[in-house]
């Protein structure tokens, strides 16, 4: 797959604006993979991909856009063969973030704080964020931050005014949109939304211009990645299509621990590394779950994503690093 | 449920059958011979799945799944009739059925994971 990001109408376009003209069918031809060590920068419609020292000297944000950082699954308290120390790793990918210049505004945590919801583990994650120069952190739950209570502690943190942990809120001219789509699952069913945040993210957007820039964060991937090992939201479609009408939308999703990338029309997907774990690809091997991988790769394969909006440009700017 | 667990975790299952459980336990066996089917069952969880998807036990015996993913899974019954804590690496949870009926259940964090316990 790694070819495919060879495609020459992908890397050699210039760093077109606009976006008009675009091939979707190309896009769609080198969506999915994104190897270790190369970044995807989506820009005025354009996805094109660079190498990681090039990206941190180009992205500096200007005065008046904006960075934030998304950091999923830290599973803190897992101490499996796939990493003896997922807290050193979590602690690592927080020194990434303080070293950032400029700070990024907030941090995204895209659920899965905690391995197995043991005590004390969401005070690990929310006391080692606040080291970071980030104004604030936004979370939403993992499977692993609610089975074990229906989600009582989780929302009883992070849950809101409201108490049921959907949110949004706007950031110099983004509007952003966390859902939670890991409660209330059914036997042999899938991450799903349900009937009233899908009713509340329909409201949330209504009054919106459609050249407003959306960011949408949750938990499960909103788009079909392997339903097979349930990596997907069974009413995701119904939430995206709230969406359509908007120029520029970006899905910043975690739970598969490895990045993915797809474009579908204006909407951009992308799953995320996870500080603890990688997992193996969608259908590859027996299942999904914490992946070994010999010592000297395993920070190659964990990481953390920065991205930057630039005014005017339309796009968010997305770039995933790994702790290597 | 915590310090019920604390009991259970990596106790053989076989061992689960503790000296106040003796007449219960001898009668499940007494119609495990019976039947056929035996007083206790065992389901490894794996890669994502339970060993055995159906298993079958006689009234008053004990089914123990034991987790050797490092993932966490829990088992929990569809009609909220048991329901395991989360159960890491190498932990196990025992339930004894003591009615009989068809328990279906699944893992909360993996609802692809199901199965079914047959009481009889």
Same mark, same amino acid.
């Given at each position: 797959? %790694? &070819?495919?990001?060879?495609?020459?109408?992908?890397?050699?376009?210039?760093?077109?604006? !606009?976006?008009?003209?675009?091939?979707?069918?190309?896009?769609?031809?080198?969506?999915?993979?994104?190897?270790?060590?190369?970044?995807?920068?989506?820009?005025?419609?354009?996805?094109?991909?660079?190498?990681?020292?090039?990206?941190?000297?180009?992205?500096?944000?200007?005065?008046?856009?904006?960075?934030?950082? +998304?950091?999923?699954?830290?599973?803190?308290?897992?101490?499996?063969? #796939?990493?003896?120390?997922?807290?050193?790793?979590?602690? +690592?990918?927080?020194?990434?973030?303080?070293?950032?210049?400029?700070?990024?505004?907030?941090?995204?945590?895209?659920?899965?704080?905690?391995?197995?919801?043991?005590? =004390?583990?969401?005070?690990?994650?929310?006391?080692?964020?606040?080291? @970071?120069? #980030?104004? %604030?952190?936004?979370?939403?739950?993992?499977?692993?931050?609610?089975?074990?209570?229906? =989600?009582?502690?989780?929302? $009883?943190?992070? =849950?809101?005014? #409201?108490?049921?942990?959907?949110?949004?809120?706007?950031?110099? !001219?983004?509007?952003?949109?966390?859902?939670?789509?890991?409660?209330?699952?059914?036997?042999? !069913?899938?991450?799903?939304?349900?009937?009233? +945040?899908?009713?509340?993210?329909?409201?949330?957007?209504?009054?919106?211009?459609?050249?407003?820039?959306?960011?949408?964060?949750?938990?499960?991937?909103?788009?079909?990645?392997?339903?097979?090992?349930?990596?997907?939201?069974?009413?995701?479609?119904?939430?995206?299509?709230?969406?359509?009408?908007? =120029?520029?939308?970006?899905?910043?999703?975690?739970?598969?621990?490895?990045?993915?990338?797809?474009?579908?029309?204006?909407?951009?997907?992308?799953?995320?590394?996870?500080?603890?774990?990688?997992?193996?690809?969608?259908?590859?091997?027996?299942?999904?779950?914490?992946?070994?991988?010999?010592?000297?790769?395993?920070?190659?394969?964990? $990481?953390?994503?920065?991205?930057?909006?630039?005014?005017?440009?339309?796009?968010?700017?997305?770039?995933?690093? @790994?702790?290597? | 449920?915590?310090?019920?667990?604390? !009991?259970?975790?990596?106790?053989?299952?076989?061992?689960?059958?503790?000296?106040?459980?003796?007449?219960?336990?001898?009668?499940?066996?007494?119609?495990?011979?019976?039947?056929?089917?035996?007083?206790?069952?065992?389901?490894?969880?794996?890669?994502?799945?339970?060993?055995?998807?159906?298993?079958?036990?006689?009234?008053?015996?004990?089914?123990?799944? %034991?987790?050797?993913?490092? &993932?966490?899974?829990?088992?929990?019954?569809?009609?909220?009739?048991?329901?395991?804590?989360?159960?890491?690496?190498?932990?196990?949870?025992?339930?004894?059925?003591?009615?009989?009926?068809?328990?279906?259940?699944?893992?909360?964090?993996?609802?692809?994971?199901?199965? @079914?316990?047959?009481?009889?």
């Amino acid at each position: 797959m %790694r &070819d495919d990001l060879n495609h020459s109408h992908d890397m050699d376009r210039p760093d077109g604006h !606009g976006g008009d003209g675009v091939d979707r069918r190309g896009f769609l031809e080198c969506m999915a993979w994104a190897g270790t060590g190369l970044v995807w920068v989506a820009a005025g419609g354009i996805l094109s991909s660079r190498a990681l020292s090039q990206a941190a000297a180009a992205d500096a944000a200007p005065a008046a856009g904006f960075s934030f950082v +998304q950091i999923s699954d830290t599973h803190i308290g897992f101490k499996g063969e #796939a990493n003896k120390d997922a807290l050193g790793t979590f602690e +690592q990918a927080l020194a990434r973030i303080k070293a950032l210049e400029p700070a990024p505004a907030f941090i995204i945590h895209t659920g899965d704080l905690t391995h197995a919801q043991k005590a =004390g583990a969401f005070d690990t994650v929310t006391e080692a964020l606040k080291g @970071t120069r #980030a104004e %604030r952190v936004f979370y939403v739950p993992g499977e692993n931050d609610v089975f074990a209570d229906g =989600g009582k502690e989780y929302l $009883g943190r992070f =849950g809101g005014p #409201a108490g049921n942990g959907w949110q949004s809120f706007d950031y110099k !001219g983004v509007h952003f949109i966390g859902l939670v789509n890991v409660l209330n699952f059914k036997a042999g !069913g899938l991450g799903s939304l349900g009937p009233a +945040q899908l009713d509340w993210l329909k409201k949330d957007v209504e009054g919106l211009s459609s050249s407003t820039p959306i960011v949408v964060f949750a938990h499960v991937p909103l788009w079909a990645v392997y339903p097979k090992w349930g990596w997907v939201t069974d009413d995701g479609k119904q939430a995206l299509s709230s969406l359509k009408r908007f =120029g520029s939308v970006t899905v910043l999703n975690g739970h598969i621990h490895q990045i993915l990338q797809k474009v579908e029309g204006n909407i951009r997907f992308h799953t995320a590394l996870s500080t603890a774990f990688p997992q193996p690809a969608p259908g590859v091997g027996e299942g999904p779950g914490p992946l070994k991988v010999p010592a000297e790769e395993l920070r190659k394969v964990l $990481g953390l994503r920065e991205v930057t909006y630039v005014p005017g440009k339309g796009s968010l700017a997305v770039v995933d690093s @790994t702790l290597a | 449920m915590g310090a019920a667990l604390v !009991g259970v975790l990596a106790a053989p299952a076989w061992a689960l059958a503790g000296p106040h459980h003796d007449g219960p336990d001898k009668m499940a066996q007494m119609v495990a011979a019976a039947t056929g089917s035996p007083a206790n069952s065992l389901v490894e969880i794996a890669k994502h799945k339970f060993s055995l998807p159906t298993v079958t036990v006689p009234v008053g015996g004990t089914v123990t799944w %034991r987790n050797h993913d490092e &993932d966490v899974h829990t088992v929990v019954s569809t009609t909220q009739v048991f329901r395991s804590p989360g159960l890491d690496t190498d932990e196990a949870y025992s339930y004894k059925f003591t009615k009989p009926g068809v328990y279906q259940y699944f893992c909360t964090l993996h609802p692809l994971m199901t199965g @079914t316990v047959i009481v009889k």
